[in-house]
């Protein structure tokens, strides 16, 4: 039994350094990402539930490695936050949004709202309001069609963020709050900040069929009469669906309307919609 257990010992070793060996190799190779354009987005439809038109999109960061292949966002997000790669990324991806809603725009492809992942470590950064606002103006797009998402982590430091939430404001930008429910802030904490959106976290939405109605019917009541606008994400079924359209929820996300797509399939979505 001895013997087993340390051969478990090792075992799990030999786990964990193929683990350290494979957060380094991303290390090493994220790095020059940037450089090498391995980054792209493909953007998931926001659908009006009352109407089932695409009303907005929310853009999702991919990236393919020349040695390592797609690397999900799950795994390598955290490893651009730990390197402070967020923040140039970050700004790579809001220019290129930025440009992408232009397009759009002048092809009359009309979406009310655009939506960008923001990290806190990059919501953090002094100069995130100024360089968006340089951004946004470089690419001549209307402010308001930008909404930002952040979590309820981001708004841990409560004066700082609060501030930034004002100067967004004042740009003209939207924010939402992403995966809500899963973090600690109340409802009558968030109404006192300029916050459009919520975003119901994919979790309750999975617990539906279970003992998860009495907390999206509560979100999304509350939420509607404190006159946030309610997303539910992660929609997956009909049965879903239905019940989300019938609480009035107003918009809907998921693998049950359309995948994260690349840009022009939105555009082929879009006009199949009309
Ligand atoms: P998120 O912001 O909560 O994004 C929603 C995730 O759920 C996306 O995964 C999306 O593809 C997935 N999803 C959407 N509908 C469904 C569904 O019906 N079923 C299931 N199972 N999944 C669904 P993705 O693209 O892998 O992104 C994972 C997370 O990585 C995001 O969660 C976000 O936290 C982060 N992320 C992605 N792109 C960016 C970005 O551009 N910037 C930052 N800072 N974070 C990003
Ligand atoms: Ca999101
Ligand atoms: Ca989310
Ligand atoms: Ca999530």
């Not at 999900?72 to 936050?81: T, V």
């Not at 759009?104 to 100069?127: A, C, H, K, M, T």
């Not at 509607?224 to 009909?238: C, D, M, W, Y």
């Amino acid at each position: 039994a001895k013997k087993q257990g340390r051969n478990q010992f090792h075992f799990h070793t030999d786990n964990q350094e193929r683990e350290l060996e494979r957060t380094y190799q991303i290390e090493l190779e994220i790095h020059e990402a940037l450089e090498r354009n391995e980054f792209s987005l493909v953007y998931q439809p926001l659908i009006n539930l009352r109407t089932n038109k695409i009303v907005g999109v929310e853009s999702l960061l991919r990236w393919d490695n020349r040695l390592l292949g797609r690397i999900s966002p799950a795994e390598f997000i955290p490893i651009l936050e730990e390197t402070g790669l967020i923040i140039p990324v970050g700004k790579w991806i809001l220019q290129s949004v930025s440009i992408q809603m232009k397009s759009w725009q002048e092809q009359g492809l009309f979406l009310q709202r655009v939506s960008v992942n923001v990290s806190p470590i990059q919501f953090q950064d002094p100069y995130f309001v100024a360089d968006l606002k340089k951004i946004l103006h470089k690419a001549e797009v209307d402010p308001s069609y930008l909404e930002l998402e952040i979590t309820e982590g981001t708004l841990l430091d409560i004066d700082d963020s609060a501030k930034k939430l004002h100067d967004l404001q004042d740009l003209g930008v939207k924010v939402s709050i992403d995966d809500f429910g899963t973090g600690y802030s109340s409802l009558s904490y968030l109404k006192q900040l300029p916050i459009d959106t919520l975003k119901i976290d994919k979790s309750f939405i999975d617990d539906l069929d279970r003992d998860g109605k009495i907390i999206v019917n509560t979100i999304i009541s509350m939420g509607k009469n404190l006159q946030f606008r309610v997303i539910a994400e992660g929609i997956e079924n009909s049965d879903q669906f239905k019940y989300l359209k019938q609480q009035q929820c107003h918009e809907g996300q998921g693998y049950f309307f359309s995948r994260p797509v690349e840009s022009d399939k939105i555009e082929e979505l879009y006009y199949s919609l009309q």
